[in-house]
């Protein structure tokens, strides 16, 4: 995790990159506290970069620059390529961006082919253009800010900022030509991209950069749940069983165990083995390094179970588990004298507890820490100006909720022997509800147009499926705009990297080769019908309890969110800030 900071002025420099950076540097050493360097080049572009060490033998300061190109660089690159081992993935990058001698057609390829994570500004001082984007799936933040000035590009920036300012869309890498008057914004498309989705920026569209993963997938699947369950009355364990014998659906869920699997393990065993604590002295490191967030649904207990394959057998993985204070609204009653004790046993909590009593029946010789984060209301009101500014440009109710939950879960201060997680990676179940069809829209899309009071007909099932594939298709493309982003910023601010396993490409790829009718089926009802192929994946694994467990919000299931608000009002908290 990194922050990546850059001005670039429409004339020489006015002093306005200045009072910009003052207002979000802060946050830009929280999210990179162990370098930062900065660059100016023409009296027209201003780079600052902070690092955080996760990747090769020493920290890669930033930007790393040469006679041509000056390069920042905030993600991990998880795919094959050449060079020593102890490389980090910035330095990579940079000697390959200097073998494309700026050529665009080059550039394009090489962009084509990174996977992982990552967000990025790259000045080209000979061709006098600054490119800067983020990965297709929009894991990293990157924002966009304008005025009068010129254009600010950065990981956050905070809600003092005059300028206007937006996530940048991930749907491509833009560039900026100084030699241009208005710097006006051109973009190289990721072939996944339409030009509609970009209405929010006004750009020049050039040639697209194709991602050879998209298309590296057989989808030729021969399987549907409807077909297979069709006049079946058993109980789960019994649906469980009686799909997995099928050879297709068996064959489907050890392809996505492999991949993920190996998703798990990219996010895990090249980061130093260091936690906070022990990374400034380089000591040997016996305390957890790498945390969950962990409600103890099916999605972060697959992750945790694959995890334990990858982390030492001594060194214990903690399970961040968050509450928050209930709000009580005066009802006119006399209220007593002292208030009652505050319930922490929120709907997480409870999960939380009986799923890790079964990741200690599976892995018994692995120590889990579940790590109880308890939030009082008052607390919450002291940090909200801190979050705020982190969550910013988004002010919903929800970005409210979530980006608040996710701040004190990833700050990690238990409520035992006053207890702090000081792992520097987050393992996070974002996307699998998008991917598998886990929320409550997907089961309404489904049942849309079922009218059969005995059950949907076939062909209304058949319809089901269409409408859920639309549900489906219109929640991936959203994805990057309704919460990664802001997570990244949110967790970020701990110095520490979140990760996301079932944002892998080749994964997602696997995923996407299914149909709607083979990744979930609702007639079988909340906690098996939803994310049902997820679910087989886990019986697999050996879960029992959590494959039932039904699908509940973080914000409902920490109790932060106040169900009396909609949530995609303004908050009133995020625009106080």
């Not at 997995?244 to 065993?269: K, W």
Request: one cysteine or more; a negative charge.
């Amino acid at each position: 995790m990194c922050g990546i900071f850059c001005f670039i002025s429409k004339t020489d420099f006015t002093g306005a990159q200045e009072e910009i950076l003052s207002h979000c540097q802060c946050h830009l050493q929280n999210r990179g506290p162990d370098e930062t360097s900065r660059l100016e080049f023409d009296s027209r572009v201003l780079l600052l970069g902070t690092v955080l060490w996760q990747q090769g033998a020493t920290p890669c300061r930033q930007p790393v620059e040469d006679d041509r190109f000056a390069l920042l660089f905030n993600g991990d690159l998880f795919m094959d390529r050449d060079g020593p081992p102890e490389d980090s993935d910035t330095r990579w990058l940079f000697r390959q961006i200097v073998a494309t001698r700026g050529e665009a057609e080059e550039l394009r390829e090489l962009f084509g082919v990174l996977k992982g994570p990552f967000s990025l500004v790259l000045l080209d001082k000979v061709r006098r253009r600054v490119y800067f984007g983020r990965d297709c799936f929009g894991r990293n933040s990157l924002l966009l800010a304008s005025s009068d000035d010129g254009i600010v590009v950065s990981s956050v920036l905070g809600n003092k900022v005059q300028q206007k300012t937006v996530e940048l869309p991930p749907n491509g890498i833009y560039y900026v030509d100084l030699t241009e008057d208005n710097l006006d914004l051109h973009i190289f498309p990721w072939n996944t991209k339409k030009e509609e989705s970009e209405s929010a920026l006004n750009v020049t569209f050039e040639d697209p950069i194709e991602l050879p993963w998209l298309h590296s997938v057989n989808s030729e699947i021969s399987f549907n749940y409807h077909d297979l369950l069709k006049g079946s009355n058993v109980d789960s364990d019994q649906v469980f069983n009686l799909l997995l014998n099928n050879t297709a659906v068996s064959n489907i869920c050890n392809d996505l165990i492999r991949l993920l699997e190996q998703s798990v393990r990219e996010r895990i065993v090249n980061t130093p083995a260091f936690c906070r604590k022990c990374l400034p002295a380089r000591d040997p490191c016996p305390h957890p390094r790498l945390g969950i967030l962990f409600s103890g649904g099916i999605d972060c207990t697959i992750i945790a179970l694959l995890a334990d394959r990858f982390v030492p057998e001594a060194t214990p993985i903690d399970l961040l588990n968050v509450a928050f204070e209930k709000i009580i609204r005066p009802n006119g009653k006399k209220q007593p004298t002292a208030p009652p004790p505050i319930d922490w046993n929120v709907p997480d909590r409870m999960t939380g507890r009986s799923t890790l009593q079964e990741l200690q029946r599976l892995r018994p010789n692995r120590r889990w820490n579940f790590v109880e984060i308890n939030v009082t209301r008052q607390e919450l009101n002291d940090h909200k100006r801190r979050i705020s500014d982190l969550v910013y440009p988004l002010k919903s109710v929800l970005d409210e909720s979530i980006g608040a939950a996710l701040w004190f879960a990833s700050r990690g201060y238990g409520t035992t022997d006053g207890y702090r997680c000081e792992a520097r990676v987050l393992l996070l179940g974002s996307g699998a509800d998008e991917l598998f069809g886990g929320y409550s829209r997907h089961r309404v899309a489904f049942y849309r147009d079922v009218r059969s009071k005995d059950g949907p007909s076939d062909a209304e099932v058949e319809q089901g499926f269409r409408s859920l594939a639309a549900e489906l298709e219109l929640d991936w493309n959203r994805l990057p705009s309704r919460n990664l982003a802001r997570d990244d910023r949110v967790i970020g601010d701990h110095g520490i990297t979140p990760r996301t396993p079932y944002l892998q490409e080749d994964f997602v790829a696997l995923v996407h080769g299914l149909d709607a009718s083979q990744r979930c089926y609702y007639p079988l009802g909340a906690g098996i019908g939803d994310k049902l192929t997820l679910r087989l994946c886990g019986y697999r694994l050996g879960l029992r309890e959590s494959t039932c467990l039904r699908k509940r919000a973080l914000q409902f299931g920490s109790r932060i969110a106040d169900r009396k608000q909609n949530a995609a009002d303004e908050s009133t908290f995020l625009a106080e800030g």
